[in-house]
C-alpha cells in the first residue's frame, strides 16, 4: 500500500534542508525554523498541540514551539524526519496517512512557493489522487464554511465539487488536485488555478480567500 504520507514527509525534510533555518514560508510570519519546529510539536508534544486550532489555548502552544525553534536546526529535521514517536497519535495504525498526507504537502509547497514563481512539480498519480479523495472534507471545514459564494471546484479531468451557500454567485475553480487544496488552504495567490465567475463573485471570494493574480 502507498504510504503518500511517508512520502510528502521526506520530500518536506528535504525542502526544509535545501532551504535553511532562515527561509521564507507561505505561513504568515513563520521563517523554516518555525516550521519545522511546529512540524516538531505537532507529533512529539500533542499535550501542547491544542492551540493549534484553540484560541483560548494558543499562548502555550506558541511557548513550546519558541522552544523547540531554539534547538538546533538540524535536531529539528531528524526529528521530523524519524516519524512521530509511540506516544504520539499519529503512530495509531493509519494516523500518519490519515492526517498528514494534506498536512505535508501543503507545508512541503509552502517552503518551495515562498522562494518564488515556482511551478507546480507534478504529483504521482496515486498521490493526486489521494489529495482529491480528501478535498471534500477539507473543502467543506476550511474554505465552505468561509466562502460568501457558491464554489464549484473541477479536476482536469472533469470531476467537480460543490460547496459553499447555496442560491449564492458562483464561482469556478479548476485545476489539478493540489492547487485545489492550496486554495482551500489560502494560498490560492500562488496556484495555477483557472478561476471563472461574475467579476462580483470573484472580488467577494478574494476579500476571504486569496485567488490567483488577475
Not at 6 to 26: N, Q
Not at 190 to 195: P, R
Request: aromatic share 6%; with cysteine; proline share 10%.
Amino acid at each position: 500500500m502507498s504510504n503518500h504520507a511517508l512520502a510528502e514527509r521526506h520530500r518536506l525534510t528535504e525542502l526544509l534542508a535545501a532551504a535553511g533555518p532562515d527561509a521564507p514560508t507561505l505561513c504568515a510570519g513563520w521563517t523554516t525554523r518555525d516550521l519545522a519546529a511546529h512540524l516538531v510539536l505537532r507529533e512529539h508534544r500533542p499535550d501542547a498541540a491544542a492551540g493549534i486550532r484553540i484560541p483560548a489555548l494558543a499562548a502555550r502552544t506558541r511557548r513550546v514551539q519558541d522552544g523547540y525553534a531554539a534547538r538546533p536546526y538540524e535536531e529539528l529535521l531528524r526529528l521530523f524526519r524519524s516519524g512521530p514517536p509511540l506516544y504520539s497519535p499519529f503512530a495509531l495504525p493509519g494516523a500518519d496517512e490519515a492526517a498528514n498526507t494534506v498536512e505535508y504537502f501543503v507545508h512541503a509547497e509552502d517552503v518551495l512557493r515562498a522562494a518564488g514563481d515556482v511551478k507546480p512539480q507534478p504529483l504521482p498519480p496515486g498521490r493526486a489522487e489521494a489529495l482529491w479523495r480528501r478535498l471534500p472534507m477539507i473543502a467543506r471545514f476550511e474554505a465552505g464554511r468561509r466562502s460568501p459564494v457558491r464554489l464549484v471546484l473541477t479536476h482536469p479531468d472533469g470531476r467537480s465539487l460543490t460547496i459553499g451557500p447555496a442560491g449564492a454567485p458562483t464561482v469556478h475553480l479548476t485545476g489539478d488536485p493540489g492547487e485545489l487544496i492550496l486554495f482551500t488552504y489560502g494560498r490560492g495567490a500562488h496556484t495555477t488555478l483557472l478561476t471563472d465567475g461574475a467579476p462580483e463573485a470573484l472580488e467577494a471570494l478574494r476579500h476571504v480567500l486569496p485567488l490567483p493574480a488577475r
